[in-house]
C-alpha cells in the first residue's frame, strides 16, 4: 500500500487497532500505518498479521515491541527516533491505546521531551460494549481490571458501589464468575448488568441479567474469550438508616440473619455486607 501524502511529520502516533473484526481499522489508521518512519506495537505479532492482512509493506522499516515489562528500555531508544526528526506510530494490541495498555508512560515521555502526540482513533471494547449493554450512558466509570484476591476486590467494588453512572470493566473469562459473585454480594445480586464476550468476532455473545443470575450462569458453564462486564448505576434516591432498620427488624421475625440481609438489600437495591452486620448486631442484641 502506498502512502497518499509524503510522509508523516515527526512525532508519535497512537493508533487504534481492532478488537476483533480486522476490518473495523480506519482509513487514516492505515495511512498513518503505511507512512510513519518506526513503529512500536504492544504485540509485535499482531500488528504484523495486521499490516499483512491490509497488504501494508514494512519496506525495511523497524518494528519495536514495547510493553510493559520493557518500556523502561524502550522509550530511550524510541526518543532518540524522534530526535532524529522521525515519525513513530504506537499500536496497541487490540482496541484504543492508553486504554489498560501500556502506551501511557511512553505518551507522557515523549510530551514531557516536548515532541508533538496526537490519536488515529478507533475501536475500543468499552465503547463498543457500552453501546449494546442496553444500561444508561449518559455516565460511565471504566475501571479497567479488578484485583485478582477477592479481599481486594470487594473492597475495589465497594468503592465504586454510589459511582453516579454505568460500571464497566475488563476480566479474564478464568475470574468473571467469581468477579460477578463478589459483585452481586457487594453491589446487590439485583443490580441489572451485562456480559459481552469476544465483541465483533464470529461468536460475540451479550448477556443481560441481574448480577446474581449472571453470576450463577458462568460459575455453571465458564465463557471463553475476552470479556466485559458492566453494572447498572446504583440507585441515586437516599435511603435513610431509619427504613433500612425497620425492614430488618421486620424480616427477622420469620427469616435468618442471613435471609434477611439479603432480602432487605435486594429490596433497596444497596450493599449487602454492611446490612448483613446490621443484622448480625441486631440479632444478638435480641439474643442478649
Request: net charge neutral.
Amino acid at each position: 500500500m502506498k502512502p497518499d501524502k509524503g510522509g508523516l511529520s515527526p512525532g508519535l502516533t497512537l493508533v487504534a487497532t481492532p478488537i476483533g473484526n480486522a476490518r473495523d481499522i480506519t482509513l487514516r489508521a492505515l495511512d498513518v500505518l503505511a507512512e510513519a518512519d518506526v513503529l512500536a506495537a504492544e504485540d509485535t505479532r499482531a500488528l504484523r498479521r495486521l499490516l499483512e492482512i491490509h497488504g501494508v509493506a514494512l519496506n525495511g522499516r523497524p518494528v519495536l515491541a514495547y510493553h510493559e515489562h520493557n518500556g523502561a528500555k524502550m522509550r530511550p531508544r524510541l526518543l532518540a527516533e524522534l530526535a532524529a526528526g522521525k515519525s513513530l506510530a504506537y499500536a496497541s494490541e487490540a482496541g484504543t491505546p492508553m486504554i489498560s495498555d501500556p502506551g501511557f508512560d511512553l505518551a507522557r515521555a515523549v510530551q514531557e521531551a516536548g515532541y508533538p502526540v496526537t490519536s488515529a482513533p478507533g475501536a475500543s471494547a468499552v465503547v463498543t460494549a457500552l453501546t449494546l449493554a442496553g444500561l444508561p450512558t449518559d455516565r460511565f466509570f471504566f475501571a479497567g481490571f479488578l484485583p485478582n484476591q477477592a479481599a481486594q476486590r470487594r473492597r475495589a467494588l465497594g468503592e465504586l458501589a454510589d459511582v453516579p453512572g454505568t460500571l464497566v470493566f475488563y476480566e479474564s473469562p478464568r475470574r468473571v464468575a467469581a468477579m460477578l459473585a463478589d459483585a452481586a454480594e457487594v453491589l446487590g445480586g439485583t443490580r441489572p448488568a451485562a456480559v459481552a464476550r469476544e465483541l465483533t468476532k464470529r461468536f460475540e455473545e451479550l448477556r443481560r441479567a441481574p448480577l446474581a443470575e449472571l453470576a450463577e450462569s458462568y460459575a455453571e458453564s465458564p465463557p471463553k474469550g475476552e470479556v466485559v462486564v458492566l453494572v447498572d448505576r446504583g440507585r441515586s434516591e437516599k435511603i435513610s438508616e431509619m427504613d433500612v432498620t425497620r425492614s430488618l427488624e421486620t424480616a427477622l421475625e420469620t427469616m435468618s440473619v442471613r435471609d434477611a440481609a439479603d432480602y432487605v438489600a435486594a429490596m433497596y437495591g444497596i450493599r449487602k455486607r454492611p446490612v448483613y452486620q446490621e443484622a448480625m448486631k441486631m440479632q444478638k442484641d435480641r439474643d442478649g
